[in-house]
């Protein structure tokens, strides 16, 4: 007997696919996250990479060739060869399956040949495997501290919202 093969292919989002993403990652949230990742990558500003295993998505991360655009780490870091990588998930029932990992590293190869110097990314203070999964992978909190993020929903019932989340920035040479 041949064991189950766990084979994910990372390609860029394509317009087609929008709806499906939205449903599949974000069920209720109606200012459509994923589209607005996708216009990033249709102004040319990054590119939308999903990770699918078979015809199922389960996981994403959206890599800017620039940044991040966060007041508190621009005032410490200088990033404008700094791609950086946003809005990353695995579904939870493909966790630990390299997922993450082979979203990041493909991420990491787009930048490099983009000319970037540096990758970077935000974590949670409170999500330590998350950590420790971008320690395994060459990323260094950069020591300058937590600072909050918001962004802002809507709810399946029209009611606008905003999430904050404190964070750590971790950084990567890619040269």
């Known amino acids: 007997m041949i064991p189950n093969e766990f084979n994910i292919k990372i390609k860029p989002a394509e317009e087609s696919q929008l709806d499906f993403l939205e449903e599949m990652f974000s069920p209720g949230d109606l200012t459509k996250p994923h589209h ?3 216009d990033i990558q249709k102004r040319g500003e990054g590119v939308y990479l999903i990770a699918w295993h078979h015809n199922i998505p389960v996981g994403h991360f959206l890599l800017r060739w620039s940044g991040p655009h966060d007041d508190h780490v621009t005032r410490y870091i200088h990033v404008a060869q700094s791609a950086f990588l946003e809005a990353g998930e695995t579904k939870g029932e493909y966790r630990k399956k390299g997922v993450a990992t ?26 330590s ?24 929903y ?8 905003t999430e904050t989340e404190m964070v750590i920035y971790m950084q990567k040479r890619i040269i």
Request: charged letters at 35%; aromatic letters at 12%; one cysteine or more.
């Open 36 to 38: 607005r990742r996708y």
């Open 102 to 127: 082979a979203i990041i590293r493909q991420a990491e190869r787009l930048a490099k040949e983009k000319g970037c110097t540096h990758i970077g990314l935000n974590v949670g203070t409170d999500n």
């Open 129 to 152: 495997t998350a950590k420790r999964l971008y320690e395994k992978l060459g990323y260094i909190d950069w020591e300058y501290g937590e600072f909050p993020i918001s962004w802002e």
């Open 154 to 161: 809507i709810d399946k019932n029209g009611n606008k919202g």
